[in-house]
């Protein structure tokens, strides 16, 4: 440690999340939108004197998502994964701490 504060500062980073699915065709291609939102917790595990600048960000962020999905990849009986095709997701996701405040 120096006189300013440690050498190294280590944080921890939690992130829970929901998100729901809806599909509106399936056929030999999927299309679906994707509606979720995710929270993002961190926390210093290493301490700084109050005199330390900058100050690393703190706190709980929020976010909300949306998404469409378009697949036309194949699942078969005996495939590890799916096959033959491409899934292609198209979305907007924002992390904000005043959302959190409206959230939690």
Same mark, same amino acid.
């Given at each position: 440690? @120096?006189?300013?504060? %440690?050498?190294?500062?280590?944080?921890?980073?939690?992130?829970?999340?929901? $998100?729901?699915?809806?599909?509106? +065709?399936?056929?030999?291609?999927?299309?679906?939108?994707?509606?979720?939102?995710?929270?993002?917790?961190?926390?210093?595990? @290493?301490?700084?004197? %109050?005199?330390?600048?900058?100050?690393?960000?703190?706190?709980?962020?929020? $976010?909300?998502?949306?998404?469409? +999905?378009?697949?036309?990849?194949?699942?078969?009986?005996?495939?590890?994964?799916?096959?033959?095709?491409?899934?292609?997701?198209?979305?907007?996701?924002?992390?904000?701490?005043?959302?959190?405040?409206?959230?939690?």
């Amino acid at each position: 440690m @120096t006189a300013t504060g %440690p050498k190294d500062y280590v944080e921890r980073e939690r992130n829970y999340g929901i $998100s729901v699915i809806v599909p509106f +065709i399936k056929t030999a291609t999927q299309h679906s939108v994707e509606i979720g939102c995710r929270w993002q917790d961190i926390s210093n595990l @290493t301490t700084l004197y %109050p005199s330390y600048s900058p100050q690393p960000a703190q706190g709980v962020l929020a $976010s909300g998502k949306l998404a469409y +999905i378009y697949n036309s990849a194949r699942r078969y009986d005996f495939s590890i994964s799916p096959e033959q095709g491409r899934t292609i997701e198209l979305g907007y996701e924002r992390f904000d701490s005043l959302l959190a405040a409206i959230l939690i």
